[in-house]
């Protein structure tokens, strides 16, 4: 099965695509988390991505696009995968499109987790990530079993460096103005499904399940 997960940042596309891998066991492919492994690796791309990580802004699509292509030829992503923030412009999604017909395979799903502006900030805010493989969890809404150990490796959690109010705003502006532009362009396509991303986490991984039997 070869699914994406779309949303504005703090939707919960990682929170869910947990789930996902867990139930279909298939990767989740998170440019976000990537970039992330780059910048701490001290890798070129990782320095070039991380002023506009911190920024809020987003990564040039050459890069994007040239980590994507790489990594769906891995040999995992033969029985599917989970995309996670990607793409995110009208360029990423075209890129996507051709990899994939050259590929012979084609989306069966996106899913969009639809969450207002104004639940954003507190998501962002309470976010703890996991050091090492990069799970969300949120100090309320979400909360590990164990306080800052992850539930899933038992990694050290962390406060991302771009999950501040002031990053987020410009983070929001990003979503709205390159990528929300994408939900026209994957319901054309007929594969775009719509879910409320207000629900708790339990109810609106139920929500997702059930479409996807
Ligand atoms: P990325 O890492 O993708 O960040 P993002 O898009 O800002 O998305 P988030 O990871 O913040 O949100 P999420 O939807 O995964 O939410 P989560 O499940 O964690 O990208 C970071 C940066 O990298 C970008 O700004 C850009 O610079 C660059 N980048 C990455 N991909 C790129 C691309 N394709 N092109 C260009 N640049 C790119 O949940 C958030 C919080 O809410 C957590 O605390 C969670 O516990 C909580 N939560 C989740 N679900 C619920 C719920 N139902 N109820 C209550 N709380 C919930
Ligand atoms: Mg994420």
Redesign the pocket.
């Known amino acids: 099965m070869n699914l994406m997960?779309f949303?504005?940042?703090?939707?919960?596309?990682?929170?869910?695509?947990k789930y996902l891998i867990e139930k279909f066991n298939i990767p989740q492919i998170?440019?976000?988390?990537m970039?992330?492994a780059a910048i701490t690796n001290g890798t070129a791309m990782g320095m070039e991505?991380k002023s506009?990580?911190d920024a809020?802004?987003?990564?040039?699509?050459s890069t994007?696009i040239g980590i994507i292509k790489e990594r769906l030829g891995q040999a995992d992503c033969k029985k599917g995968f989970i995309l996670?923030?990607?793409?995110?412009?009208l360029a990423?999604a075209e890129a996507l499109e051709e990899l994939m017909k050259n590929m012979g395979i084609s989306l069966d799903k996106v899913i969009s987790?639809n969450v207002p502006d104004e639940l954003i900030v507190g998501?962002?805010t309470?976010?703890?990530?996991c050091s090492k493989c990069g799970a969300?969890?949120?100090v309320e809404?979400?909360p590990s079993k164990v306080a800052d150990i992850c539930d899933y490796c038992g990694g050290e959690l962390i406060i991302?460096k771009?999950?501040n109010a002031e990053t987020v705003k410009s983070?929001l502006e990003?979503?709205h103005a390159q990528t929300a532009p994408l939900i026209a362009y994957y319901t054309d396509m007929g594969v775009m499904v719509e879910l409320d991303?207000?629900?708790?986490?339990n109810?609106?991984t139920q929500d997702m399940f059930a479409l996807l039997k």
């Open positions: 997960l949303g504005a940042p703090g939707a919960g596309k990682g929170t869910q695509a998170s440019t976000g988390d970039l992330r991505a506009y990580m809020g802004k987003l990564v040039p699509d994007i996670d923030g990607f793409p995110r412009t990423q987790l998501r962002i309470g976010r703890r990530v969300s969890f949120h809404f979400n991302r771009d999950d983070r990003a979503y991303g207000t629900k708790d986490v109810e609106v």
